[in-house]
Structures are given as structure tokens and as C-alpha cells.
């Protein structure tokens, strides 16, 4: 891992990546009164090279965002082409940003593993019984019927901007 102090030229400090996931692996709100943990923000490309983003359930675990979506949804169709994408979440004293590839998951511990994730922070998902995807009691209305297909974020680098004093701003290369 390689972490680059953007903010060097203007004196800010580096920026502590285990600060960062250490919040991430918390759920850390963006504020301490915050109701909900937080909005994640996926970005994928669409066909004709322009950005599409849209907010997903992500979630954070083994040191990744994993997210779900149905087969038929503009952002399954975008990965399956391209699989570049961006999630980006505001966690309390930050803003991360991190860039990859979408892989789809279909191996059943792993699948078995994030919906316990899932079904732990409060939605009950569960594998489905094809092996495929997962499927809950409900889910966005446009997602379509389950089983939905799950996708891990794999990484190439992450931008981190620190809100709190003296700030800092800093892009991680995995």
C-alpha cells in the first residue's frame, strides 16, 4: 500500500489509513446524532462513457464495500460491460472515495458470509437457493425479483479528505 500526502504542499499532515477503516469497520456515522449510519454512492459507466450514480446499500466488510443489485438494472448491466466503478461515504471526520473493479460473487460462503452482513445491520438477506445471489423479504422496488446478484468492490486506490482540524487529504494506491 502506498499513501500519498495530497495535501503535503499545504501543510497538512498525512493522512492515518487505519484511522480510516478502523471507522469504516465501526460503521461510523457522519455525525455523532446521525439516525442512520450512512448513504453510499456508487458510480459505474455507462454505455456511451458518461457516469451513472446512484446510492446503494453498500456494505463494509473484509475491507471492502459489497453491494447487491438485480441482473436487469442499469448498474448490473454497467458492471458486466465495464467493470469500473467508485463507491464513495462520508464517515465521521472524512469523506472516502474508493475506485476498482465490481467483481460478482456467486461462491456460496462468500455470499453466505455478506448477507449475514446484510441481515446483521438489519436487512434479513440470505443466500438463495440457486447458489447465484441473495434474496430478502423486500429490497428497493427497482432492483427487480431476487435473487439479486452480489458484487465486491476490489480496490485499486482510495481518495480520503479530512473534515475535523487540521485536515488532511491523501490517495491510497492498493
Not at 446524532?33 to 446510492?55: K, Y
Amino acid at each position: 500500500m502506498e499513501i500519498i500526502n495530497l495535501g503535503e504542499a499545504d501543510g497538512l499532515p498525512p493522512v492515518d489509513w487505519t484511522t480510516v477503516t478502523d471507522k469504516l469497520d465501526a460503521g461510523s456515522a457522519p455525525a455523532p446524532d446521525s439516525l442512520n449510519s450512512r448513504t453510499t454512492w456508487l458510480s459505474t459507466v455507462n454505455e456511451d462513457g458518461s457516469p451513472h450514480v446512484t446510492p446503494v446499500g453498500a456494505l463494509w466488510l473484509d475491507g471492502t464495500f459489497w453491494f447487491q443489485t438485480g441482473a436487469g438494472t442499469r448498474k448490473a448491466r454497467n458492471v458486466a460491460r465495464d467493470p469500473r466503478c467508485s463507491i464513495a461515504v462520508s464517515i465521521r471526520d472524512a469523506d472516502v472515495v474508493f475506485e476498482g473493479d465490481a467483481k460478482r460473487v456467486t461462491d456460496a460462503g462468500a455470499l453466505a458470509r455478506v448477507a449475514k452482513g446484510w441481515a446483521d445491520n438489519g436487512w434479513p438477506a440470505e443466500p438463495d437457493d440457486s447458489g447465484q445471489g441473495i434474496t430478502a423479504p423486500f429490497n428497493a422496488p427497482a432492483q427487480g425479483p431476487p435473487p439479486w446478484n452480489v458484487y465486491r468492490l476490489e480496490p485499486r486506490s482510495a481518495i480520503v479528505t479530512l473534515s475535523m482540524e487540521p485536515g488532511g487529504l491523501a490517495r491510497v494506491r492498493f
